[in-house]
């Protein structure tokens, strides 16, 4: 039954209300289906005159408990909507939230390894500035690093000592 499905006690006892109501109206149908077949003149128009007294009611009465059973359950689901459109609120800002902080994090990481590039080629192109200049004895700058641009420092520091040991025999 449908009643299986609600959670509320309020909504079980609007359910129940409307139940025994529908109980009462079906009952009280009933009797007036069965004496309004009668064949006798006198009882049909009484059982017309209790169906404007009683039935018609009765059916207002089991309408309005409906209507109140409905309404609550719009109302439930109003707060339903509302609740969730919060939660979806919260999520979208943790969601921005996660996701400029991804953004940070990434450009501080993307910051450092390309300071740790830029910082030993600038020191390299300075000592190669130097090192043009007739400057070959002075050291290259220490590479910090295992990376590419560590190799090509080695690469000039084993140029420069070649270069001064031609130097040297001449």
Do not use: C, W
Not at 94 to 109: C, E, F, G, P, Q
Request: charged fraction near 25%; avoid cysteine.
């Amino acid at each position: 039954t449908i009643k299986e499905f609600m959670i509320s006690d309020e909504a079980k006892a609007l359910y129940d209300k409307v139940t025994a109501l529908l109980v009462d109206y079906y009952a009280l149908d009933a009797e007036m289906l069965k004496d309004g077949s009668s064949t006798n003149v006198a009882m049909s128009i009484y059982t017309q005159q209790r169906d404007v007294k009683e039935m018609a009611p009765a059916y207002e009465t089991v309408y309005a408990a409906f209507e109140d059973l409905m309404e609550y359950n719009v109302a439930q689901g109003d707060d339903t909507q509302h609740s969730l459109q919060a939660a979806t609120n919260v999520l979208v800002i943790l969601i921005i939230a996660v996701v400029i902080a991804a953004i940070a994090v990434s450009m501080a990481i993307g910051n450092r390894i390309a300071k740790g590039i830029a910082d030993p080629l600038a020191e390299l192109q300075n000592r190669l500035k130097t090192f043009t200049q007739g400057d070959i004895y002075s050291e290259f700058p220490a590479a910090k690093s295992q990376d590419e641009v560590a190799d090509m420092v080695d690469e000039v520091k084993l140029m420069a000592e070649k270069l001064q040991l031609i130097i040297g025999d001449m």
